[in-house]
Every structure is written in C-alpha cells, then in structure tokens.
C-alpha cells in the first residue's frame, strides 16, 4: 500500500474520568486529605449547595474519595445536607492517639508526655472524649496523686498534656469542649533546694564506679557539678563548636529562657570536656558515651545509682542546685550566681541565699559588738558613787 493510502489507526485517548482516577491514585485528590500523614485518618472538605465549607471524616482514602464525589454531586444538584452533620462520637482513646502523633512529630523528647497520655488512656479508655467533665478529671488526677505519691509539679504535667490533647481535638477532631481548661493548676514549690551532701556525693560516685554499665557516665556528672547547666543545655545544645578549650568557656547561644550564657570552666569541668572530646571528632555534640555516641539523656543510669546509693529525694536537675549552692557557701555573690544560672532576674536565685548563714551570722555579730561599744552602761561610776556616798 503506497504511503499516501497508509491506512490510520487511532487509539483512543482516555475520557477525563479515567485521568482524574489515574491521577487520584497517585497524589491526594482535592477536598480529600490525610490529617497526619501516616495516621490513616482521612477527612474531605467541600462547599455544599449553600456555600457552606463543610468538613466530614471518611474510614479510609478510597471512602474518602467517593464521599467527596458524592458530596459535589448532590451540591450540584442543589440537594440540601443537615444543618448539622453528626460524626461518629470521638473517644477519649482517639484524641490521645491524635496528640501522640503530634508530640513524637514534634518533640525532641516526648517519651514523657506520650507515657502519660498512654496512663490516661487506661484511666478513660473509649469514653466519648466530650463526656468527660472538669470534675472527674480532677477527681482522677487527685485519687493517683494520693496513691502515687505525685508531687504538684507531677500533676501538672500531666493536666498540661491533657489539655494538649483537647486543644489539639478541638481544631482538628471536631470536639467542641476543653474540660482540661476548667480543672484547676496546682501551686509548686518552686523554693526546693536540694544539694548532696559530701557523704551522699561519696556514696553515689562509689556506686557510679562499682557498676561497669555506669562507670563511663562519672565526666557527666562531674560536668554536670561544675557548669550548673540544664539538663538540655548539657546534652542537646552544648556542641564543641562553641566550646573554646584555650579560652576555658563553653557558650550555650539559647538556654530554656532565651538567655544566652557562656560557662567558665574549672578544671574539673575542663577534665570532663577533654574526656568527652577523646571519644569524638570534636563536631557536634559535646557529651559523648564511651562509644561515641552522642548522648540526650541521662535517666538511664542517674536514678538507678542514685537508688543504689540509698539517698533519696534527689533528681538530675538537683544537680545544678548543688552548683549554685556551693558557689553561694564560698561566698559567691547572688549576682554572679544569677549571671552563671543564666537567671533573668534575682527573684529565682535569692533561694540560695539561706545556704549563707554562717556569713550571716558573722554580720550580725559585728552588729551587736557594735551596739555594745556605743551605748551608754547602766551601772553607777565612780564619781555617782562617792557622791551618793558623800550624802550618807
């Protein structure tokens, strides 16, 4: 057959609607969109017959595409929907899965908070999340304070990440209600002040050096005794890049109060930052295990020694108390304390003002032999005694 009379074959293009499925499968079509990726969580957002922007949970994506389709569909018919559409009713169990997965997304350590949603989630399981009222959250938090024996501090933590769960369901999750927000916050303590005694510091570096898993962590606390850093300075912001060993300082750009604060090292905190750098390339961050890794937490040994010690009441922040309180016992002014704490104001450090009271002590003693040197005797002199004696 010549060229001319080549016969043509057409193929047929695909229809629009076998496009749109081909391209569905590939990214998420619009109106429809997973709320956390990886959560399996679909939802859809359409305009009804109204205008009205209106938002519906779907169970999977494939359902979640054909209720937007149907959703559209009936919008162009001018199929009016409910004034109100009720989903299903959203458990306590889903609000708390939901800010789980916020959390670990978001939080450099969240095992904390994720371990106390896990804890309530035993404590109000399927309940409709709407359910609950201020009351019984706080009748719960009361009754396991009293049996775990929780600090106030303990609570609040736990009330803040409750909260968490039910601001984060409001905006996303359709729960209308924040009972959190009604239960009261407790007032701490905030005028601790915990320091080792010698013998206690004895104690714990005997059992820190008795156990070979823990041996390795001692520079840690040496460190950790003689910079006052937060736990989170120290391990996940100390990096050697702003560590200058000739120079003797360590500088911290952004401490949990916006301060920045640069750490003059002693030799002790100096001995402890040359072990750190031998276990390193000298990039990155600071302190180091004995392999090399970089460390961000120091639970995994701290509490255990401590208890091994058998002393009590002491925790891994009490750490940075025994740096301020022993600088305060040798005379450090309050100041200079504030300045090394990295301390907005005096308010916070004036709590270890009572570790100085036997300069204290001192002071009023000057005081009263001064009193003593300037005030007139009460007893009779000379001259009023042979007067008196003149008159008999």
């Not at 708390?96 to 989630?121: G, K, N, W």
């Not at 058998?310 to 750490?319: A, K, N, Q, S, V």
Request: glycine fraction near 4%.
């Amino acid at each position: 057959m010549s060229a001319a009379g080549a016969m043509v074959l057409e193929i047929p293009r695909p229809s629009r609607v076998d496009r749109l499925s081909e391209a569905e499968s590939k990214r998420n079509p619009r109106g429809v969109y997973e709320k956390v990726r990886g959560s399996g969580e679909w939802w859809v957002r359409y305009a009804d017959a109204t205008g009205r922007i209106r938002r519906e949970r779907a169970p999977s994506k494939s359902g979640a595409i054909a209720l937007y389709r149907k959703r559209k569909t009936e919008a162009l018919q001018g199929k009016k929907l409910p004034e109100t559409l009720r989903a299903a009713a959203v458990s306590f169990k889903q609000i708390a899965e939901y800010a789980m997965a916020d959390i670990q997304h978001r939080y450099s350590r969240p095992a904390d908070d994720v371990a106390r949603l896990r804890t309530a989630v035993e404590w109000f399981g399927s309940r409709e999340a709407a359910s609950l009222t201020p009351g019984e959250i706080d009748a719960k938090l009361i009754a396991v304070a009293a049996q775990e024996e929780w600090a106030d501090s303990t609570i609040n933590h736990y009330r803040s990440v409750l909260s968490l769960a039910y601001r984060l369901a409001k905006r996303d999750l359709k729960v209308t209600t924040n009972p959190v927000r009604d239960v009261p916050h407790r007032t701490e303590n905030n005028d601790r002040v915990r320091c080792l005694t010698p013998d206690e510091e004895t104690r714990l570096r005997k059992a820190i050096r008795s156990n070979p898993a823990w041996r390795e962590r001692e520079p840690e606390l040496d460190f950790a005794l003689h910079s006052g850093l937060r736990r989170s300075s120290m391990y996940e912001h100390l990096v050697w890049e702003n560590v200058d060993l000739r120079a003797r300082t360590a500088t911290i750009p952004r401490t949990k109060n916006g301060e920045m604060v640069v750490i003059p090292l002693n030799n002790d905190a100096l001995r402890a930052m040359r072990i750190f750098r031998s276990r390193g390339d000298g990039t990155g961050q600071v302190v180091r295990n004995a392999q090399g890794q970089a460390l961000k937490w120091p639970k995994i040994w701290f509490a255990p020694a401590v208890r091994e010690a058998e002393i009590r009441d002491f925790h891994w922040h009490d750490l940075r108390h025994c740096f301020a309180t022993r600088l305060r016992e040798r005379g450090i002014s309050l100041e200079d304390i504030s300045d090394l704490l990295a301390h907005k104001g005096l308010a916070m450090t004036r709590r270890y003002a009572h570790t100085d009271l036997p300069r204290l002590h001192q002071a009023v003693r000057l005081l009263a032999r001064k009193r003593t040197d300037t005030t007139t005797s009460t007893a009779p002199s000379k001259r009023n005694r042979a007067r008196v004696a003149g008159a008999r």
